[in-house]
Structure formats: C-alpha cells, structure tokens
C-alpha cells in the first residue's frame, strides 16, 4: 500500500515537474503558476520559492544540488543558486 503526503505551501497551480536531490530528501518542483519551489520532505518545509513572471515547464538540479536548471515559457533557461539566492 502506497502512502500519499501533501506538502504545506504547494503552488497554486499545475505542478509541471518534481525532481528529489541527489543528496539529500529536498524536492524541487516547477509549476504553471510562474514559481520554483524547493523543499525539505522530511520537515514538510518549504525552503526556498522563486518567482520568475513566467510559467516554468521543467527543472533539473547540479550534481552537487546547491543549482537548479529550469526550463520556461518564455524560452528561456535559467540558473537558481540556492546558496546565494541568484537567478540568472
């Protein structure tokens, strides 16, 4: 039997892609309502939201998890440090 848990703080419209750390229980998830989330799944804490004034199709996290690499409407792809907050 699958147990099924809800995150506080989901976007509030169609999530687009989930991807969990490489190194950790941290999620990150993208979403049709212009933001990219990062969380902690074990503490069910939101630890870092992004809001990029356009839809964000799809994510991919480094390696070493510390950058994410999200794909938009827009055409464009951008660069979230998590360490220093940046979005290039």
């Not at 976007?11 to 990219?36: K, M, Q, R, Y």
Request: aromatic fraction near 10%; hydrophobic fraction near 40%.
């Amino acid at each position: 039997m699958h147990s099924v848990s809800e995150l506080s703080q989901p976007p509030s419209d169609g999530i687009t892609a989930t991807v969990f750390a490489n190194h950790s229980n941290n999620l990150l998830a993208t979403s049709w309502d212009e933001t990219v989330r990062y969380y902690n799944v074990n503490d069910d804490r939101l630890l870092q939201k992004f809001d990029l004034n356009t839809a964000v199709l799809d994510g991919a996290l480094a390696p070493d998890d510390k950058k994410a690499y999200v794909g938009c409407l827009n055409g464009i792809i951008y660069m979230i440090d998590f360490t220093s907050g940046e979005v290039r």
